[in-house]
């Protein structure tokens, strides 16, 4: 069975910005599963799951353009005079404010009117590749009940070992 749109999918993975930090791996909170093509994980990384099999592995990396395309960033209009008195607000600025709990929130300048700005709000890694490595566990075929995964590995002999008296 490969990854097909529908199949519930479980992975290990792990995404890193290019050639830095780790932003989310399955060491730190176990692998992950989903329903492939509901958009519940990045499009990009979805669309190199596809026609993958049970225990394969991928590699590579997602550019920046493709990991977050701006047209699929939420979006809102803000009055324009929350902006301050002779500040240029032209389309495709960038501007950082606290956020309600006091984080740093950038947002990006999609259109203005004299009355309000749309703006697209940028999550921290936009702007930047993304390496990603996967390996596919479990493929679980809904509509005909068939499913395939990786055995688990064995257990420890230590595990198996009689307690000491």
């Known amino acids: 069975m490969k990854v097909a749109k529908g199949n519930i999918v479980r992975l290990e993975y792990e995404l890193r910005v290019k050639g830095g930090d780790v932003v989310e791996s399955?060491?730190?909170s176990g692998p992950i599963q989903y329903v492939h093509?509901?958009?519940k994980l990045l499009p990009a990384l979805e669309k190199r799951l596809d026609g993958m099999e049970i225990g394969a592995e991928r590699t590579g990396t997602i550019p920046a353009a493709e990991a977050f395309p701006e047209h699929s960033l939420p979006a809102k209009d803000i009055p324009r005079a929350e902006f301050p008195?002779?500040?240029k607000v032209d389309v495709g600025r960038v501007f950082q404010a606290k956020g309600p709990t006091?984080?740093?929130v950038?947002?990006?300048v999609s259109a203005v009117t004299?009355?309000?700005v749309t703006v697209r709000f940028l999550p921290?890694?936009?702007g930047k590749d993304l390496d990603f490595r996967v390996k596919v566990l479990m493929i679980d075929d809904p509509k005909s009940q068939k499913r395939e995964a990786v055995a688990?590995?064995?257990?420890p002999a230590d595990a198996l070992a009689e307690p000491e008296k």
Do not use: I, L, T
């Open 106 to 108: 950038m947002f990006k």
């Open 85 to 87: 008195a002779g500040e």
């Open 26 to 28: 399955s060491v730190q």
């Open 102 to 104: 006091g984080q740093p």
């Open 114 to 116: 004299d009355d309000k």
């Open 152 to 155: 688990p590995p064995p257990v």
């Open 124 to 126: 921290p890694m936009f």
């Open 37 to 39: 093509g509901e958009g």
